[in-house]
């Protein structure tokens, strides 16, 4: 664990570092401590113990970046296994379809950990469907994703397929309650 | 002043010499370019065109002369794969009556290779599996005789069509289990969430005689298999999220599974090496090589490129080569394919679009072919 503890520091301290909008982090991390920064820094740990957290290791990987609270970035921590485009960014938000498009009625479920709250949600992804696809706001998160013989756990199927129009549009993440530890 | 008139003189006769070289073009000829003969260097890029994704297509690629031979349009979240005789491309695909909305009407249709014509269809119920590119969603009996496709509503099943009359000749219940890895002439084995295998066995007209389940090899909660197969001579490698290597032996009337072996030494495992990508593997036969791209990641960076190609024998599990990309400026590998004659090519194609060829048996980098479409996933060739 001290091995990904110094993963979390060295990734949060650049990232804190280049990011304008956490000059203030920044400023402040020249003069704290390595150990007093981290818990600053909203980072989602919701990996499981004994993981090694994600790496961005290309662009579509945006797994160990700071969960944010803003709907239109792939880095929402709503969004920890959506693959696919962010309807927020398709004329709908978080957990609203887009209009002329009709959400689909089945889906699968994944749990996505709050930083803010410190509290684990379990969350369903949805699909809108029955427009091409937004093409707005790429997100390919895949924490706990499982490929598609265990269907309730995976992202790669076009869950609109089951929609009188199933071509698939973009993706929602709704909070269904808390997952209970 | 003389030096002046004859140099004046020697300059305008020269114009008018350039002037005489620049006939005009002569008329051209609209033609049809032809197909080369098949090589064992020709690629089918499967390009998910995921940002508009009711137009995929399949780009048929030389390796040889980097030239774009053609395409093959393939429509909506498609299964692609060839015959076994390399004549042959099929694709299973959805189309919407308006477009991009209205009336769904799923299809196979076969594409001749040689003509890249489409010339035959078979129109199914609309069940057919949608999702990411796998060879395990459409293929043909060893014998061609039957063509198997795989259905998710989302429950699972998987159609049995007559490629020679173009019908649908069946259509079986693999509750639990899903996807079709073909084997011998009559059967079909699907991945089931309990970590084994259903394997159903024809009989001769393509009905189901019996099933049968392997025991479980895999745990799909703590290290799931990637739901792709890396096609070897006797049957599949299936590789985990952890690197783990299960091969499978589908020669027999049951498929027949390996001791599994590490892709990681106590290192590797140190720097959070892992496989990743959407076609995570391939295999020299003759050489019993392995191809793997591998990136350093953690929970949830599965579909992440590789940052190295790393290479196996197949005999030893040991490794014999890692290849880094970085430095040759391609970026993280989703999808690898490799020739199976003698001079083998190492085709790439990474998370910027970009297809790169390799030398199969030095790693040496001998072209990238910009932006191969729009989101080249899978790679297949014969």
Same mark, same amino acid.
């Given at each position: ?45 919701? *990996?499981? %113990?004994? $993981? ?6 290309? /662009?579509?990987? +945006? *797994? ?27 004329? !709908? ?6 209009? !002329? =498009? ?8 994944? =749990? ?13 992804? @949805? ?8 093409? @707005?706001?790429?997100?390919?998160? @895949? ?11 995976? @992202? ?22 808390? %997952?209970?530890? | ?35 080369? /003969? ?17 137009? %995929? ?10 030239? &774009? ?47 890249? +014509? =489409?010339?035959? $269809?078979?129109?199914? /119920?609309? +069940? ?16 061609? &005789? ?24 069946? $259509?079986?219940?693999? *509750? ?32 189901? %005689?019996?099933? *049968? ?33 299960? $091969? ?11 001791? /599994? ?23 020299? &036969? ?77 790693? +040496? ?18």
């Amino acid at each position: 664990m001290r091995s990904i503890d110094r993963l979390f520091e060295k990734s949060s301290r650049a990232l804190a570092q280049r990011t304008s909008r956490r000059s203030l982090l920044a400023a402040l991390g020249q003069v704290l401590t390595g150990a007093a920064l981290i818990p600053l820094l909203p980072i989602d740990r919701s *990996a499981r %113990a004994g $993981e090694a957290p994600a790496t961005p290791a290309n /662009p579509h990987a +945006k *797994a160990a970046k700071p969960a944010t609270d803003d709907p239109k970035s792939c880095d929402y921590w709503k969004y920890c296994a959506v693959d696919g485009f962010l309807c927020a960014c398709c004329g !709908g938000s978080s957990n609203s379809c887009p209009p !002329g =498009t009709a959400p689909s009625p089945i889906t699968w479920i994944g =749990t996505c950990h709050n930083p803010g709250d410190d509290r684990d949600y379990i969350v369903s992804y @949805n699909d809108c469907c029955g427009k091409v696809s937004c093409g @707005n706001c790429e997100c390919n998160r @895949n924490e706990r994703e499982k490929p598609m013989y265990r269907p309730s756990r995976n @992202n790669d199927l076009n869950w609109c397929m089951a929609n009188a129009d199933s071509n698939y549009h973009c993706s929602v993440s709704v909070i269904l309650g808390v %997952a209970e530890k | 002043m003389r030096t002046i008139v004859i140099r004046a003189a020697l300059l305008s006769l020269a114009s008018c010499a350039r002037l005489f070289a620049a006939a005009p073009l002569p008329a051209e000829h609209l033609t049809l370019t032809s197909m080369p /003969p098949d090589s064992p260097h020709r690629i089918y890029v499967l390009d998910e065109a995921f940002f508009n994704e009711i137009d %995929a297509r399949v780009h048929l690629f030389d390796g040889d002369t980097y030239r &774009r031979l053609g395409q093959i349009d393939i429509g909506f979240t498609p299964a692609f794969n060839l015959s076994p005789d390399g004549k042959t491309s099929v694709a299973a695909t959805t189309y919407f009556s308006r477009g991009s909305r209205g009336t769904r009407t799923d299809v196979v249709e076969f594409t001749d290779n040689a003509t890249l +014509k =489409t010339t035959h $269809e078979i129109v199914l /119920p609309s +069940k057919r599996a949608m999702t990411l590119p796998t060879i395990f969603t459409l293929g043909f009996s060893a014998d061609s &005789r039957f063509l198997y496709v795989s259905y998710v509503t989302p429950a699972a099943s998987f159609g049995v069509l007559d490629p020679a009359k173009y019908t649908v000749i069946d $259509e079986i219940d693999t *509750a639990g289990c899903v996807l079709v890895i073909p084997s011998g002439p009559n059967r079909v084995s699907s991945i089931c969430e309990s970590g084994n295998l259903l394997t159903v066995t024809l009989d001769a007209q393509g009905h189901e %005689a019996s099933r *049968a389940f392997s025991e479980v090899f895999f745990d799909a909660d703590r290290d799931p298999i990637f739901a792709q197969g890396v096609p070897e001579t006797n049957g599949y490698a299936f590789i985990s999220f952890l690197g783990e290597v299960h $091969e499978v032996d589908f020669s027999g009337a049951q498929p027949v599974i390996r001791k /599994p072996w590490p892709l990681l030494a106590a290192a590797d495992k140190a720097g959070h090496w892992r496989p990743g990508g959407y076609q995570v593997g391939a295999i020299h &036969r003759h050489l019993n090589r392995l191809y793997v791209p591998m990136h350093q990641g953690g929970e949830g960076s599965h579909k992440d490129g590789g940052t190295e190609i790393w290479v196996y024998d197949l005999s030893s599990h040991q490794r014999v080569a890692r290849w880094p990309l970085a430095a040759l400026k391609v970026s993280g590998v989703l999808a690898i394919q490799v020739s199976q004659d003698d001079a083998p090519l190492l085709f790439a194609a990474d998370d910027h679009s970009d297809l790169a060829v390799f030398d199969a048996l030095t790693g +040496k980098l001998r072209h990238v072919e910009k932006q191969m479409g729009q989101t080249p996933w899978l790679i297949l060739n014969n």
